[in-house]
């Protein structure tokens, strides 16, 4: 076991994110959307629902400060105003963890299914409720 380290801190999340450098995107997707069939690197956290695993992600890797929209949303087909629920609480998490408002930015469904195939990896949520989508753009980790 290590100190500070969550259930959802898997060795396959680790390694990813530790993996990932400066600029790379991450994809946390729910259960719907098609991650095996998209993924460059797929790591499965099927127990968690979004904002937990977005919350385990964001513990370990900043957003990048050097581009207007590190975190996006996929926004909903009809109505791309509307924000569901789930990524409003998302949009919580990162606030929380970012310590400043982060807006999460949308992106129209078609635009984030082509993002999340070029994304450094996928991370399938085992969240239940639609448009559980998002897409993180890592940024540098400074000396403290």
């Given at each position: ?83 569901p629920e789930v990524q409003r609480a998302c949009q919580l998490v990162i606030?929380g963890n970012e310590g400043r408002h982060v807006p999460l930015a949308p ?38």
């Amino acid at each position: 076991m290590l100190k500070t380290l969550t259930r959802l801190h898997t060795p396959d999340l680790l390694h990813l994110l530790a993996s990932m450098g400066h600029g790379d995107e991450l994809a946390l997707v729910d259960a719907h959307f098609p991650a095996v069939a998209l993924a460059r690197r797929l790591v499965r956290l099927d127990g968690a629902d979004l904002p937990e695993a977005l919350d385990a992600c964001l513990k370990l890797i900043p957003l990048d400060s050097f581009v207007p929209d590190p975190a996006l949303r996929m926004e909903v087909v009809g109505s791309p105003d509307e924000i569901p629920e789930v990524q409003r609480a998302c949009q919580l998490v990162i606030d929380g963890n970012e310590g400043r408002h982060v807006p999460l930015a949308p992106l129209e469904r078609h635009a984030f299914y082509a993002r999340a195939r070029e994304a450094f990896g996928i991370v399938l949520t085992g969240e239940q409720r639609p448009y559980g989508c998002i897409l993180l753009k890592k940024g540098v980790v400074l000396p403290a």
